[in-house]
């Protein structure tokens, strides 16, 4: 029988994606997701992507009944990949009990039902939002990690030491946090993606639906930056990428080829890109002409950041393999499949 894992938060972005990953690689998947931020027709088109449906429950994590009695009834899980949490930046400032409520209640309640269940492995959602600005680029696992801007920041942050504790503590519990640069793009088939609700925050959403129409256009955040053509640096890595990256965390999970039993990653194409260089990129790659205006910087961006990925390529023997025009075009093929764009 194949492996079962479990995939909180297994109808979103980077969930759903991962999903799909997994049972292309011959794992067996449960979601657990209270669709707080996803919908219930994502599992038919994993189904539709995979030819297999993973099995889905709806309940909140931060309950903590909830959690232990899932891990009684679903004694064969192997490993958990935690995805679940809320993600807005700005409504974590303005909401910051809901974050810490529902992003470290739940992690604890899973770590707890793991142990109480002998479930070992765990692998975690985390964000190079850990380095804040930092002094030196790229930044490495060794990059110290800096105070969070936000309150969802600092969640990420705050849930990497309870991991790294609860391993330390038990030495029969596995973690890997994975450090994302900035998730773009959505899965070459177009059935699954990034969904924003109301005015998307992050830069690729806001692109594709001022391509699309919804948007009149582009408000670029500060050209004044210390940066060559004076926008700011990120390093956009493909989803579908990134989701082979949680694969092949599993994989070394299941195998016992991790080195400690708390382990961290980033997970970046190593490949600054300004703001200017997305939307340029983003042209060409669709043909499509962007409206844009520069306006004021925003409030609580760092300047620059991009990964430097050695560890993870030479640990986990995983790269970003995806061109980033691809990305963009998957990105735009999305938003086209969700409004009913030709
Ligand atoms: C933010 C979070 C990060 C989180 C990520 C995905 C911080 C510091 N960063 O990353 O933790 O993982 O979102 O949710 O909290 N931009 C524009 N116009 C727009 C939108 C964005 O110019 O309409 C620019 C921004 O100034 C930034 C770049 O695009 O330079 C990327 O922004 P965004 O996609 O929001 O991601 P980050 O802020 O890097």
New binding site residues.
Partial sequence: MANLILVTGGTGFIGSHTVVELQQAGYDVIIVDNLSNSKIEVVDNIAKITGKRPEFENFDLSNRADVLNFFLRHKDIKAVIHFAAF???GESVNKPLEYYRNNVNSLMNILEAMKFTGVHNLVFSS???VY?QPEKLPVTEATPRLP???P??NT?AVNEDIIRDFCHANADINGIALR?????GAHPSALIGESPVGV????????TQTAAGLRKE?????ND?NTPDG????D?INVVDLSKAHVVAIARLLNGKNKSNYEYFNIGTGKGL??ME?VNAFMKATGVNLP?KI?A??A???EQ?YADTTLANNELGWKAEVPIEDTLASAWNWEKHVRGIK
């Fill in positions: 993600k807005a930046v964000s190079c939002t804040g969070a801007e936000s969802y920041g990420k994302y640069f900035n998730p773009i998307p925050n992050n830069l690729v959403p806001y692109i582009l408000s670029i955040f500060g930056y926008t700011p640096i990120r956009y300004s703001v997305l844009y306006v910087r925003r609580g961006d760092i950041i």
